[in-house]
């Protein structure tokens, strides 16, 4: 961790050569690269799909070997999506009512989006402010501390504010997404 | 011909269509179930890390309040906290009093007190009624769990334990660690038959022998 940037760098260049694993490991690599690029010229179907399997079959060795690993990896990674979901903390809950704001002021300002667009974009986005106004003005009220969030969450109240605000800003995500999706498709087949 | 050569592919055309939307939603619907399991233990784990949270947090709170504790206006504070506490309890989100602790597993669960309506093998890692804290002298501290792959499974990794491996138990801001020096099985019979030294404070933990539907596991905890 104290190492200097050439250090970093050293070290960096030298991982692949530490054991006849790792130098294993960069040769396969490099052949499957040297194989992409070469097959960019020729184009041929069945080097492609054989890369493919070969790609695919490189890393289902590595899911079997390191099953546990993976498992707990994944774990880790749903958790704590999970986490952010339940019990974000506050920089985080600061960051999706921005993002919020953001989509709020767009919508004002954007004069070729459809009416109904616009009105279900505007009552979710102020749906999810009023929330978050009601969540800060709770903490004033009762004092609480936002730094910490396992003070922020022993109080009911103010988990299930935050609950719903989540909710209601992946509704309003997911929503997002899905208007942009059709409306690209649209266009498309317009044209 | 040609009509019904058109009319033909276009009827197995939309068969296709259906059976595949068919197949969709069963994958999706196999899908929601095969990971509906592992994902509420998941959520279980997260909720537990956060109640944990909450509960060094108080018990930080208590140790200042403790320290704090010699002119009046603080042991007002003291009575406004255990009023607090009590209303905590009444809350759908409980509160723990406790916490055990086994690092060779990565069991660490919180316990509510015995009054608890929460005391409950459905929710936590249960006091048994006739347990006594763990700040009691020579007492002997009985919890019991599932086990098994329910997301109320706390005790599922209990079978891994071996004689000499260590638990901690934290409790009204003070730790106690214990070494396991005893493993038995009992018949389900709804009663448990607890033998241990009466002269050592003791922790016995309890749950269902793993792969057996006929038995129960008893390990005894001897304080170090």
Redesign the interface.
Known sequence: MDLSIIEQLITFIALPFQSFLTIEILLIFLIILIFLIYNEKRQSKKVKYSLISLIIFFFSLLVFYFQEDIVTVLSEIIKTIMRCFYFPNILFYILTTITSLIILIYTILKSNLTKLNKIITYSITLIHLFLFTNFISLAITNNISLTDTANIYQHDNMFIIVLFSQIIFIILILYKLIYHFCHIRHSKLEK | MWLKDQMMQRKSKTLKSQLSKVGFFFLIVGIIVFIST??RI??E???E??RL??F???INEDNNTTINNVNTENLTVTTEKKEEAEE?DK???Y?YIGEISIPKIKLKRGFVSKESKYNNVEYNVTIANISDYPDVPLGNFILMAHSGNAYISFFDKLYKLQIGDEATVSYNANTYNYRLTNIYNQAKTGTVAIYRNPSIKTLTLITCTHNDDYNQTIYIFEEI
């Open positions: 592992p994902l998941l959520k784990e997260v909720f890390e956060m949270a909450i060094q947090k108080n905590n809350k759908a989100n509160s």
